[in-house]
């Protein structure tokens, strides 16, 4: 009897949490719906960024509508210049991609948004590009190319101190290292992520993070600690606004019940989480479910149950392992495609810095050039100036001396005239003293 109303209210509150994430995600929808629909057509940015809020609001539970969105967002901004909206549509479509296993296509948008935002010398989006592109390699647990792109991202996001940018690296890449199973390093970079986002007001993240930590602990083996930190993240989330955070916390705190055999707690968490994983429709998530209820009915020796859920999980899972087995398929051309993408990214990245170097280099011979060419004329114009002085001063000296010599000639004519005038004037006196001199005699 007990059992029949278990699964009734189960039931129940599957349908009723549907319900409400259904309604919730409809409401927000309809919300921006009425907002674009009230914009102007001539306000492009504005319609341009509503396309891209919508296309996130419903990433998680209808990517093929958000990649819908997200693709009008780039027509718009593509067709009226908008760069930054452009980058952002293209960051927006590969998250699409990726949440629609279409991980080549997700590659190629985060690759062009990332060149797009290099072209415009955007560090901010740069980061953001490279952190999605780190996600892309995490996802398919390629964790150090992962931590390259993330220690990239880093790298950017601290050279413009953006707190946002620089907690999201640390929070991934303490995922990354949990998935390297370095979990010290990996604690510390959550520890980081947490404080700072605590710091900006963003719960939501924070929140994320916790869990990670918390799945952290667990792994780690420090049990105890991983559940009263559960425990304090489950009073903290909202039903209706973070479902697929509240799936994770219920299947991990069904796990942390079922080590500590506390099998009718860990049966009802894993039956909420079970309710909350085809609210957000995460097969992952109501794989895992399923998994935690089969273990705790088997534990409960309730063998009929633990039949009929591990065949609900074995047909899940064997559907995942065909969508996986496409999806490696997928992953192998995909990983091949940005191996090389990678190689030629790369080479065009060390031409371009060539480029840049052979262009700099040719920027200071033709510096060295001007420069030189400006001193030759210096020399030349004060050699001309030098010389154009000395001529200047010889034709003066030539002048002063052709002055002195033409007054020397008048001096000397001056001279001869004068000694001339006084033979005269001795002549004259000579004859009057021989004329005087002769009458006296007589007398």
């Not at 296309?55 to 990649?67: F, G, N």
């Not at 099998?263 to 957000?280: D, G, H, K, P, Q």
Request: net charge negative; hydrophobic share 40%.
């Amino acid at each position: 009897m007990n059992q029949l109303r278990t699964i009734t209210f189960i039931a129940c509150a599957l349908v009723s949490w549907s319900a409400l994430l259904a309604n919730e995600i409809d409401r927000r929808l309809d919300s921006l719906q009425q907002v674009v629909n009230t914009t102007s057509m001539s306000d492009v940015e504005a319609l341009a960024d509503l396309h891209l809020q919508m296309s996130a609001t419903i990433l998680d539970t209808r990517p093929d509508s958000a990649l819908y969105f997200a693709d009008i967002a780039l027509k718009l901004s593509e067709g009226n210049e908008l760069a930054y909206h452009r980058i952002e549509a293209f960051n927006s479509l590969g998250l699409a991609f990726q949440h629609l296993s279409n991980y080549s296509r997700a590659f190629e948008n985060y690759l062009k948004a990332l060149d797009l935002s290099e072209e415009a010398k955007s560090q901010r989006q740069i980061g953001e590009s490279l952190i999605n592109l780190g996600n892309l390699y995490l996802f398919q647990s390629n964790y150090q190319g992962a931590i390259n792109y993330f220690v990239q991202a880093l790298d950017e996001a601290q050279r413009i101190s953006d707190p946002g940018l620089i907690s999201d690296c640390y929070w991934s890449l303490g995922r990354s290292h949990m998935g390297l199973e370095d979990y010290s390093q990996a604690r510390r970079y959550f520890e980081q992520a947490i404080e700072m986002k605590r710091a900006e007001g963003d719960e939501k993240d924070q929140v994320a993070a916790e869990i990670d930590l918390a799945s952290l602990y667990f792994k780690s083996g420090e049990i105890d600690r991983a559940y009263e930190y559960h425990l304090d993240l489950r009073s903290r989330i909202k039903d209706d606004e973070n479902p697929r955070l509240l799936c994770l916390v219920y299947n991990n705190l069904s796990k942390i019940y079922i080590a500590k055999n506390d099998l009718r707690r860990a049966e009802l968490n894993a039956i909420y989480a079970l309710a909350a994983s085809r609210a957000v429709k995460s097969k992952m998530d109501e794989k895992n479910s399923l998994e935690n209820l089969s273990l705790v009915y088997s534990k409960s020796r309730d063998y009929k149950r633990a039949y009929e859920y591990h065949k609900r999980f074995a047909e899940l899972d064997q559907q995942l392992f065909d969508e996986e087995n496409i999806r490696k398929v997928e992953e192998l051309r995909s990983r091949n495609a940005i191996e090389q993408k990678d190689v030629e990214n790369q080479l065009l990245r060390k031409q371009a810095d060539l480029h840049s170097l052979t262009i700099t280099r040719l920027w200071i011979i033709v510096g060295l050039t001007i420069l030189g060419l400006i001193l030759l004329l210096a020399i030349v114009v004060i050699s001309y100036r030098a010389l154009n002085t000395r001529k200047k001063l010889n034709e003066e000296i030539q002048s002063q001396k052709d002055r002195i010599e033409k007054d020397k000639n008048v001096i000397e004519s001056q001279a001869a005239r004068l000694a001339e005038l006084n033979e005269a004037k001795s002549r004259f006196f000579a004859n009057v003293s021989h004329d005087l001199r002769t009458p006296l005699s007589l007398i």
